[in-house]
């Protein structure tokens, strides 16, 4: 071989190996490792009560809002029945005190107008007596009428005034009584206001015993772990199970500082599973970290800094259910 073709060799030799070399890390730059996890939610308690029963065991698939357990409810129901008794008494007083006021009223109506009445009578009366008395006093002048006539008319005048008086003082003391419908009807009002306060408490009551059922999400899952058992005490915030949606799962990976410009939310990706080499299925970036995880306590060089790395889900658009939480996979970029 000539000394001529030994330089050109190794140059070709050299470009041969970085081709090799930009390939190989080009390509791992266009994909990252990762696992795939659903999104666990934890069903709670939000009473307090004796666990009677538990309804699925870990591993059960559960239907939208099912039931998942239940607790003792005696307690809520006994104060349900006692504030909902409470209440029909309200109730019978409401309608007692509406009967009363209804009577008061049409009593009192019925007095004003008849003692008006009497008074219109008795005015009348007074001034035709005032009249006749006037007259005879005058035809007793001119002597065409007796002293006795005139002091029966004088009588019959004073009789007259008397029942005005007497009228009047009835007509006021008729319309006073306006004042007794008006106390009947505040207690009246102070009783319905009692009734819609019961009614508040025992709608609360009602909500506070609809939670001794505890009900799944509203989507299906699948129980992942139980956490009580019947016969133990369930309090306010108490794990009872924590369910997992079988459609609803991501890729968890962690992208370098340096490669974090090539990803964005909402972005097209591919997915493959180690369990299925070649088989890929469209995937979603939902979330990138705003901070960077595995961060040194004193970045001094470039190198620190290029060993951070960003938090990102990758949802899995198809195939979902096949996908299985903890398996391994690559999440290729277009």
Known sequence: MSRKLIPILIIVAAVAAAAVFYVRHGQQAHYYTGFVEGEERVVRSEVTGRVLEVKFAEGAAVPANAVIAVLDARDIEARIKSKQAELDMVE????????????IESTWKRDVSANRAALEQARAAAELAERSFTREQGLLKT???????????RSERDQARGALDRARE???????QEGEITVARRQL???RQKRDLARAQLGELRVTESKYAIHAPAVATVVQTQYVWPGELAQPG????????PKDKYVQIYVPVAD???????Q????ELDSRPGHRVPGEVSFLADKANFTPEKIETRSDRMG?????????????????PGTEGNVYLP
Do not use: C
């Open 260 to 266: 974090v410009g090539r990803l964005r939310l909402g």
């Open 238 to 245: 108490s794990a009872v199970l924590s369910v997992l949606d």
């Open 268 to 271: 097209r990706v591919a997915i």
């Open 92 to 103: 019978a007083d409401i309608r007692t005190q509406a009967e009363r006021v209804t009577l």
């Open 308 to 324: 951070q790395v960003y938090r990102a889900k990758v949802r899995i658009l198809e195939e979902v259910e096949s996908f299985q």
């Open 170 to 176: 009835l007509l006021a003391r008729s319309q006073a």
């Open 189 to 191: 009002e102070s009783l």
């Open 143 to 153: 002597g065409a009428s007796t002293a006795q006539l005139l002091d029966n008319a």
